[in-house]
């Protein structure tokens, strides 16, 4: 599975967690997930803050995004 290597990329994979959430594709059961997606912030400028992303959340994000990549392939 490929790191993102800058914050487009790292957005867009928050995003794309986010999206399938949203969606109904992805489903957390586990209290941690939850109040780790619960507790992410934006910025004035619509861009996520960083500091309120912890390990759980930027771990689901690389692992959608790259499932996510796998499907459409």
Do not use: C, W
Request: net charge positive; hydrophobic share 35%.
């Amino acid at each position: 599975m490929k790191a993102p290597i800058n914050r487009i990329e790292y957005e867009r994979n928050i995003n794309i967690l986010l999206e399938s959430i949203k969606k109904g594709r992805f489903q957390t059961d586990f209290k941690p997930h939850i109040t780790s997606l619960i507790n992410i912030k934006k910025s004035p400028n619509r861009r996520f803050e960083f500091k309120t992303i912890d390990e759980n959340v930027r771990l689901l994000a690389n692992m959608e995004a790259h499932l996510n990549s796998k499907n459409k392939i």
